[in-house]
């Protein structure tokens, strides 16, 4: 048996009607780049959310750093992440022109922790990027409570987080904005690249529609900007999609359960970790192998048997080749969990069409594994 990662084709032809039908609308509307799709995905993006903003972007990466340019991040400030993030968070910041501060991420959540943020702030620090990683919001009120501290914005990358919330918080509200990837593997996913700004902020909201399309305040009159706007085509997908995303997360919760209750007994692996009341919109499964120097071998008998298991992220930002960028940019303290992360992962196939038979096929050949490496 073959289980794929991903399921987009699956999910795109269960819902053709809805996304062709938008399609149709926008070809024969001859408005693509900033037309009436565009305007009526941001409306329904923002009520869905609950924002009095949603700015449509060219991808999450871009909704990052147009949020921290907006704010006036830039040269000379620092902005703390975690390092076991996708590659993305660090760069966005980096791209804003702000040097990137790494730090460790919390053992069991793996989000960012707290603790090694307050420890990382300095008089240079301006803002936060806690990621929402797997699908797990970060601990928001400890953040929070940090950025009052010390006088700091917080920007949530939510690209691997959307339709979740914490036990007492919803996402943005502890916040300036939620950036978002619509990238087609994310859990609303387009077909191609995307990427929103959420936010209440009338400053950052003016300002990122302004810098995604060439510094424009009206035709002809532009300021310093640049080109990143999400086309009308991949609204009309999104527009169509997020009227699912909430039926899909339940899902993606229900096959993570089946995942959870038949793996629990295994020895040779941890099991992600759910912060009680949060909502884990399980854009990934990662389970974490004990013995690391056993990890690669099986990932490779996971793949042999067909099973597209994945890593997320074999290779930590700090260990990328070329970190730190320019002396400005550094890790604090120490960065152990992130290393293990990175050392130990395995990404189970983990998408809301995924069928019975191929849940029970992968748990058959992950048993298999754990009975002879236990
Ligand atoms: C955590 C995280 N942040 C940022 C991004 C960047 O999004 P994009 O690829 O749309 O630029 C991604 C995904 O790609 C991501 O997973």
């Known amino acids: 048996m073959k289980v794929a990662f991903y399921g987009h084709v699956r999910q795109y032809e269960n819902i053709k009607s809805e996304i062709d039908h938008n399609l149709n609308e926008v070809l024969m509307s001859g408005s693509y780049v900033m037309g009436p799709m565009l305007s009526k995905f941001e409306a329904q993006a923002a009520e869905y959310f609950g924002s009095k903003h949603a ?32 590659f993305a968070t660090a760069e966005a910041a980096w791209i804003a022109g702000a040097a990137v501060v790494l730090v460790d991420c919390d053992p069991k959540t793996k989000c960012i922790c707290p603790k090694a943020v307050e420890a990382a702030v300095t008089e240079k620090t301006k803002a936060i990027i806690p990621v929402h990683l797997y699908g797990q919001c970060a601990d928001m009120r400890a953040i929070r409570a940090i950025a009052d501290k010390h006088h700091l914005y917080v920007i949530e990358d939510n690209a691997q987080g959307i339709d979740g919330y914490g036990k007492d918080f919803k996402q943005g509200e502890l916040s300036d904005a939620v950036c978002t990837s619509y990238i087609i593997q994310k859990n609303l996913g387009c077909f191609g690249d995307g990427g929103m700004v959420f936010t209440d902020c009338d400053k950052i909201n003016a300002a990122v ?38 039926a899909w997360t339940d899902q993606r919760i ?17 099991l992600p970790y759910v912060t009680p009341g949060f909502r884990h919109v399980f854009h990934l499964y990662v389970i974490e192998v004990k013995d690391s120097s056993k990890r690669d071998a099986f990932l490779d008998f996971l793949q042999k048997n067909g099973i597209d298991a994945k890593t ?13 960028w320019g002396k400005e940019c550094r890790i604090s303290g120490s960065l152990a969990n992130a290393d293990k992360n990175a050392a130990s992962c395995i990404s189970l196939p983990m998408f809301p ?21 236990a």
């Not at 000379?76 to 993030?85: H, Y």
């Not at 229900?254 to 941890?270: G, H, M, P, V, W």
Request: proline share 2%.
């Open 55 to 86: 700015i449509g972007v060219g991808n999450g990466t871009d909704a990052i750093w147009l949020s921290l340019m907006a704010l006036g991040v830039g040269p000379g400030d620092e902005v703390i992440t975690n390092a076991n993030t996708f």
């Open 312 to 324: 997320h992220y074999s290779i930590a930002i700090h260990q990328q080749e070329g970190f730190p």
């Open 209 to 246: 529609r302004r810098l995604r399309n060439h510094g424009s305040v009206a035709r002809n009159k532009h300021s310093f900007g640049f080109n990143s706007r999400l086309d009308d085509l991949q609204a009309g997908i999104l527009s169509a999609k997020m009227k699912h995303i909430t």
């Open 254 to 270: 229900a096959i993570a359960a089946k995942y959870t209750e038949a793996l629990k007994d295994c020895k040779s692996f941890d």
């Open 353 to 373: 069409e995924l069928r019975d038979d191929e849940i029970a096929y992968v748990i058959e050949k992950v048993r298999e594994w754990d009975k002879a490496n």
